[in-house]
């Protein structure tokens, strides 16, 4: 399984941007995908999470100003984020875990979220 993200740019703060993840073989429901992001000299953190059953959970730093989903019949997901802040820009990467068996943890390639104040 391959994971493509994809969406980030460079916006203001106060601005908008959509991420996207999707992804290309074989996914299986019990799943959950989420958005992690690292910031320059940080670690990599929990943004935003959805289970295969809807389930969401956000960081607090974002909570109230993104809004994740996925489409499980296209294999999708997707990160809206507004009100950008400067402290939101890192690289953003997306993930599909899956706990039990088939187990997988698959990762996407980063995509770059600078906001500028």
């Known amino acids: 399984v391959q994971l493509q993200a994809s969406g980030g740019g460079l916006v203001q703060a106060g601005g908008s941007l959509r991420l996207s993840c999707a992804a290309s073989?074989?996914?299986?429901?019990?799943?959950?995908w989420g958005w992690y992001r690292q910031a320059p000299g940080k670690g990599r953190e929990l943004v935003a999470s959805?289970?295969?059953?809807?389930?969401?959970n956000y960081a607090d730093s974002v909570r109230g100003r993104f809004t994740i989903s996925r489409d499980n019949a296209k294999n999708t997901m997707y990160l809206e984020m507004n009100s950008l802040e400067p402290e939101d820009t890192a690289i953003y990467y997306c993930?599909?875990?899956?706990?039990?068996?088939?187990?997988?943890?698959?990762w996407g390639q980063g995509t770059q979220v600078t906001v500028s104040s």
């Open positions: 993930n599909a875990k899956r706990l039990w068996l088939p187990r997988y943890d698959f």
């Open positions: 073989g074989a996914i299986f429901s019990g799943d959950v």
């Open positions: 959805v289970t295969s059953g809807g389930r969401l």
